[in-house]
């Protein structure tokens, strides 16, 4: 089942904040966030797990409510260099890592 | 160390015709997941290896298939290609045995089209 995110895209100012949402009908172990650069590949940014463990990187921060299925990324003070698609993907134990359709992030001077 | 690399980066084929692409992982990761990423659907999972055994796959038909080596280098073909198998394929490796807790780093991808 491919988790839902929202919004499909966003236009910011550099400096503005932003927060992207994915959520799943299933009973998640993990949610995973992803940006990608156009032309580019995937790059990880954090994985959240059932129980609270969190990891990534310092300047990403993102929540995962267990009870909901749902998962936050949050933007904050955003840069020229956030613009990109991100993904989030979600596991069901160890089912495979399903992708949500991505939300584009634009971010202008 | 070295990232997860993808042979070829570009490839055109055309239809009926079948296409082997390779995949190394980052050294020391043993599990290797496959993606197809197209506009329209995303990146939509196609496999996913530990230890040269398949251990999820995704909802492709049978042309789609792949393999690991023992080395965790990993192969994936398409038979008959078809026009709609145009796409970028990913390729990601994961040190973690059980895929559960631990990022996947992606390859650079092979292009693919179908003509």
């Known amino acids: 089942q491919q988790p839902v995110q929202s919004p499909q895209a966003v236009i910011l100012r550099e400096g503005e904040d932003a927060v992207i949402n994915c959520s799943s009908s299933k009973a998640l172990y993990s949610v995973h966030w992803y940006r990608q650069k156009h032309g580019e590949a995937p790059v990880f940014l954090m994985i959240?797990?059932?129980?609270?463990e969190q990891k990534g990187h310092d300047k990403i921060s993102a929540s995962f409510n267990e009870k909901k299925q749902q998962s936050s990324l949050y933007l904050t003070a955003s840069q020229l260099s956030y613009s990109g698609t991100y993904f989030c993907?979600?596991?069901?134990?160890?089912?495979?890592?399903?992708f949500g359709q991505g939300t584009r992030l634009t971010i202008n001077p | 160390k070295a990232g997860v690399t993808q042979t070829p980066r570009y490839l055109i084929k055309t239809r009926g015709q079948q296409v082997t692409l390779s995949c190394s992982p980052i050294s020391g990761h043993r599990s290797v997941s496959w993606y197809q990423q197209t506009p329209g659907q995303g990146l939509q999972f196609l496999f996913e290896y530990f230890s040269e055994t398949q251990r999820n796959k995704g909802n492709f038909p049978g042309r789609f298939s792949g393999r690991q080596f023992s080395n965790s280098r990993s192969e994936m073909n398409v038979s008959t290609l078809e026009l709609g198998d145009s796409a970028l394929y990913l390729c990601a490796s994961s040190q973690d045995s059980q895929g559960l807790s631990y990022e996947q780093y992606f390859g650079p991808g092979t292009r693919l089209t179908v003509t």
């Open positions: 959240l797990l059932k129980g609270g």
């Open positions: 993907g979600t596991r069901e134990g160890a089912q495979k890592l399903v």
